[in-house]
């Protein structure tokens, strides 16, 4: 059973940088297509960026510019630099995996979900 692990998030200040890390289990190597996900207060989980085993990321709209997804394939951990943060990207991340980008963008991703990583930006 694949189990996501999230850490590195934290309350900041307009403007400031955080980089999120995800440590998945052995199994999650299976898993070609990896994404963050974010939850804002009151709204539906959305799709933030992915990447896979090549390194060919996507990004919403909302983040392109600003974050960069990257992976080690050794360490089966996958980051998200945030850079220039900005109050509506407070919510908790999450990261996840799929078998293609095809599956990932249908929401065909592993079944279960991580507890996530709280990043709060405010002034």
């Known amino acids: 059973q694949v189990q996501f692990e999230e850490s590195g998030g934290s309350s900041v200040q307009p403007g400031e940088t955080l980089k999120l890390s995800c440590l998945t289990s052995?199994?999650?190597?299976?898993?070609?297509?990896r994404a963050w996900y974010r939850q804002a207060p009151g709204k539906q989980r959305e799709l933030v960026a992915s990447i896979d085993r090549h390194g060919n990321t996507n990004y919403a709209e909302s983040v392109a510019g600003r974050f960069t997804i990257s992976r080690d394939n050794d360490k089966d951990t996958i980051y998200l630099q945030m850079n220039a943060l900005k109050p509506e990207d407070t919510g908790i991340y999450f990261c996840?995996?799929?078998?293609?980008?095809?599956?990932?963008?249908?929401?065909?991703?592993?079944?279960?979900w991580g507890q996530g990583t709280q990043v709060t930006v405010s002034s």
């Open positions: 996840q995996g799929a078998m293609s980008l095809n599956e990932l963008h249908l929401g065909k991703v592993y079944p279960t």
């Open positions: 052995s199994n999650g190597f299976r898993l070609l297509v």
